[in-house]
């Protein structure tokens, strides 16, 4: 009896842990940038907010390249606010070395990253790079 609940005790520890990640979370391929190359981005929580690491580049043949920037958190302080939308993060474009204000929105496997400075805009959709 004591090994069962044990077990139930443990299992239901796991299930919470699951539910409790972000849909966000894992790794997401960006579009092509000014360059035409793209990366991906593993995407977790820190804290209460989302953040991104690029940890890996490619050009636009699809070859792996080194960046300067592997590594490099380039999303940061992007807030969940519920039904897929994450609002007033910053979010780094390593091709023009500019930081944006930043916003998410979250559909199915594909994520919409748009940031602003002053009255420049742009955007992209990530796919989930499983």
């Keep these: 009896m004591k090994t069962l609940i044990l077990s139930l005790t443990a299992a239901l520890s796991l299930a919470a842990t699951a539910a409790a990640a972000d849909p966000a979370e ?5 579009q092509p940038d000014d360059n035409g190359n ?7 929580m820190c804290g209460n907010t989302l953040c991104g690491t ?3 580049s490619y050009n636009g043949a699809g070859a792996a390249i080194q960046s300067a920037n592997n590594g490099r958190q380039i999303v940061w302080d992007m807030e969940p606010r519920g039904n897929g939308q994450y609002r007033d993060g910053q979010i780094y474009a390593p091709d023009r070395d500019q930081t944006y204000r930043s916003r998410m929105d979250l559909a199915g496997d594909q994520l919409t990253v748009a940031g602003c400075v002053l009255f420049i805009c742009r955007d992209q959709v990530w796919t989930r790079d499983n």
């Design 38 to 44: 793209y990366g991906v981005i593993a995407m977790t």
């Design 26 to 30: 894992g790794r997401w391929r960006t």
């Design 54 to 56: 690029l940890v890996e």
